[in-house]
């Protein structure tokens, strides 16, 4: 195997303060390394950026002022174990498309994986979509980009020696990547885009644009910027490129372990030194530190903010710290520096800056904002912080969300339970193999009817979503779906689940038809204890009427008002005279929420339920050969991530009482989180969710189930704050 290159100052000290305060007019910690050499390639089978030479000079130019030699090739006969044993790092600069064969592929994977370096710069992430490895190496695919324009970046990393000269923001004008999926858990982000300061970002607010991660014993670094021809002029770029290069190569050491996967229901932590913005503070190298550095030179009234931890349902706070100065107190605000005070942990010296304690608090006060640490005490330095841990008591119940509720389908059927196949056929498919869906089913083509074996499993993954309720498909009195409802209710309630229902667009269905159904439904399991009854909406049951616009005099209502929330498909409120509630079913829409405001609004003006629905995506091509229905891309979870933050964003989703997720299992449709098989039959070109939420294989194929649960959690933390 390679051995890794790190080079290794004669003081560690003095290669942390190098990192922590290089700038553009500093040499590099690097230069007091050996020399060495660099290989930049940028060979393109697709689009060629016009940027690619003054790349190459800005990288040579670098090389020649910090002690590394660049050559520059766009032979892909470079890449031989041999040959690349004589470089600390490759660049790909702004390569595009298939670049390499496989002899090459597996030249470059062996040097990294053994030691070496690689670089991406801006393209370098539109390259090699035929060879899976690569999108772990670079760290995420290209998905699209809007026009160049202006945007804000956020320094996630303050120590690193790419972003360590950089301020809390800095606004500059580039060509702005969207990606396949977002690569923050199995990297270390160190610049992340503003979305809301530019127009086309599509990866849902959380938006990293700058990374790095080791890659088995080598080192990976990847920058989206690099676009523009004026991008290797800037005097902070070029040193966000050359601290790249360094860490790479391994001319400096850099921490760039995966981070924190983002809020989690069960608590946050975080390095106090990955501040977005703060006042007086600095990061400080500690040897004994987590990630070699803590939150330091802290004086009374300094603070340091944390954009990417919401204080929301935070119940405590924990914090490791040292002090070889006065100490002092930390006090936890939300929002800003000034914010609400939510507790306070006093800190004591401790003897030694490299000496380190916890030290916690509750949170008494409940939180609605960004976490803020604001630090008081005497004269002189205080304490430093290293690690903190936000704690959160999860706001579901044990028995999940009443308020998330899941579309369910029970109208699937195998010849040895049904005497034929129902439903997977859909599409002039020939199951077990061939089934009418893009995606396959875990369990595979399953039988409504095997309630010990398939419907078991449903409920027990249903509970695993967060969510608590049901909602039943339901095609009439006497239909297949009615004669399967009472054994369905029977495994919802062995998992503390709930059923409402979801009355289809049967044959002759009338507003009279359907209180009567109301009534037959209520009569035949209202007793039962899974039959799901709103407590906050004077203990009612649900019925979600599907087109319930084909339908239009609804009068009959009236007559259920008071026992039933009947909802409405619709955000036309001028169609929603005598319902109860609101909701839209359309799994695409979500991604633009048109109406939503307006219908949250009214609903909450006049008494409603307002319950819009999310979807992981819509793909139906298998089932509806030639429909012209447009889709909707999971894009490995973003989608489902925007639909949901539009939901809950006051401005777009307008306030809900319930969210409905389109769907658990309605396959056809291609909007399932029931998990898809990560290794369908072969031959009928299936989706998977491999790479959703950065999970592959098996891991993912429960990824939304686990997102969903996320989201659940989220969703009543902002009930909580509005009751």
């Known amino acids: 195997m390679r051995r890794s290159r790190i080079r290794r100052l004669a003081c560690a000290v003095a290669l942390a303060l190098g990192a922590a305060f290089l700038s553009p007019g500093v040499q590099s910690a690097a230069a007091a390394a050996d020399p060495y050499q660099v290989l930049v390639f940028s060979k393109t089978a697709g ?3 016009d940027s690619i030479p003054a790349g190459i000079a800005a990288l040579q130019e670098l090389g020649a002022d910090n002690e590394f030699t660049v050559t520059a090739t766009e032979d892909a006969t470079a890449f031989t174990p041999q040959n690349l044993a004589t470089y600390e790092a490759v660049v790909f600069l702004s390569t595009t498309g298939d670049v390499l064969d496989d002899t ?6 062996g040097y990294v994986d053994g030691g070496g370096g690689f670089v991406g710069v801006h393209a370098a992430a539109d390259t090699e979509y035929d060879w899976p490895e690569y999108e772990d190496l670079v760290g995420a695919w290209f998905q699209s980009h809007p026009a160049i324009q202006e945007a804000r970046l956020t320094t996630e990393d303050h120590v690193h020696p790419a972003t360590a000269h950089l301020d809390d923001t800095w606004t500059r004008t580039d060509e702005w990547y969207n990606y396949r999926s977002n690569p923050r858990d199995s990297v270390h982000v160190l610049q992340s885009l503003d979305e809301s300061s530019y127009s086309g970002g599509e990866m849902g ?6 990374w790095c991660h080791q890659q088995q014993e080598g080192r990976s670094f990847y920058t989206g910027l690099g676009h523009t021809i004026e991008s290797f002029a800037d005097p902070d770029f070029r040193q966000l490129l050359l601290g790249g290069v360094q860490y790479a190569a391994g001319a400096v050491e850099a921490d760039c372990s995966a981070d924190d996967p983002g809020p989690d229901p069960g608590g946050d ?4 030194e990955a501040y977005t913005s703060g006042s007086g503070v600095e990061a400080a190298p500690h040897a004994a530190a987590s990630g070699g550095a803590t939150l330091g030179y802290i004086d009374d ?3 340091a903010g944390y954009a990417s931890l919401d204080t929301t349902g935070a119940t405590a706070f924990t914090a490791t710290v040292s002090s070889a100065g006065a100490g002092g107190t930390i006090e936890v605000r939300s929002g800003s520096a000034t914010g609400p005070l939510l507790g306070s942990a006093d800190v004591a010296p401790t003897g030694g800056w490299e000496t380190f304690t916890d030290v916690t608090t509750s949170l008494a006060a409940a939180g609605t904002g960004p976490l803020f640490l604001r630090f008081t005490g005497g004269a002189g330095a205080l304490f430093d912080v290293d690690r903190f841990t936000l704690t959160r008591t999860p706001a579901t119940e044990a028995e999940g969300s009443s308020n998330v509720h899941l579309f369910y389908y029970p109208w699937y059927g195998t010849p040895e339970e049904s005497g034929s196949w129902r439903h997977w056929q859909q599409g ?3 199951p077990p193999d061939s089934i009418g869906a893009d995606l396959y089913p875990k369990l595979g083509p399953y039988d409504s009817g095997d309630i010990a074996g398939a419907v078991d499993q449903h409920m027990e993954w249903v509970e695993r979503s967060g969510a608590g309720v049901i909602v039943y498909s339901w095609w009439g009195q006497g239909g297949y779906e009615d004669g399967l409802a ?13 059923v409402a229902w979801h009355i289809e667009p049967y044959g002759d269905r ?10 037959y439904l209520e009569g035949k399991f209202g007793d039962h204890p899974a039959f799901y009854r709103d407590a906050a909406n004077g203990d009612r049951n649900a019925y979600y009427i599907f087109e319930s616009l084909k339908i239009q005099d609804w009068s009959a209502l009236d007559a259920v008002k008071d026992t039933a929330i009947v909802l409405a498909q619709t955000t036309d409120t001028t169609k929603v005279d005598h319902f109860g509630g609101i909701y839209t079913y359309d799994g695409i829409a979500g991604a633009t929420a048109p109406g939503w405001k307006q219908a949250g609004e009214y609903a909450k003006a006049n008494g409603l339920v307002w319950a819009p629905s999310v979807a992981p995506g819509y793909v139906d091509d298998r089932a509806v050969p030639g429909n012209t229905t447009p889709t909707l891309g999971r894009e490995d979870g973003a989608s489902y991530d925007l639909e949901w933050t539009n939901a809950l964003d006051p401005a777009i989703g307008g306030d809900p009482t319930w969210v409905s997720v389109t769907s658990f299992n309605e396959w056809h449709e291609g909007s399932s989180i029931e998990p898809a098989s990560s290794s369908p039959p072969p031959g009928h070109g299936y989706e998977t969710f491999d790479g959703a939420y950065g999970k592959t294989g098996e891991a993912a194929e429960t990824a939304y189930l686990d997102r969903t649960a996320y989201w659940a959690d989220r969703f009543e933390q902002q009930l909580r704050q509005r009751r």
Do not use: N
């Not at 090459?104 to 994977?109: G, I, R, V």
């Not at 009338?510 to 009534?519: E, G, L, W």
């Open 428 to 430: 002039g498919h020939t």
């Open 47 to 49: 689009f060629r950026h």
């Open 205 to 210: 607010g959380d938006h990293p644009i700058t």
């Open 301 to 303: 009234g300094d603070w």
């Open 486 to 498: 009472g054994d369905v209710l029977d495994a919802a309630a062995r998992h503390g689940i709930e």
């Open 104 to 109: 090459q592929q597996s030249a470059l994977k």
């Open 510 to 519: 009338t507003a009279a038809s359907v209180v009567d159904d109301i009534a």
């Open 269 to 272: 932590s975080a390095e106090a």
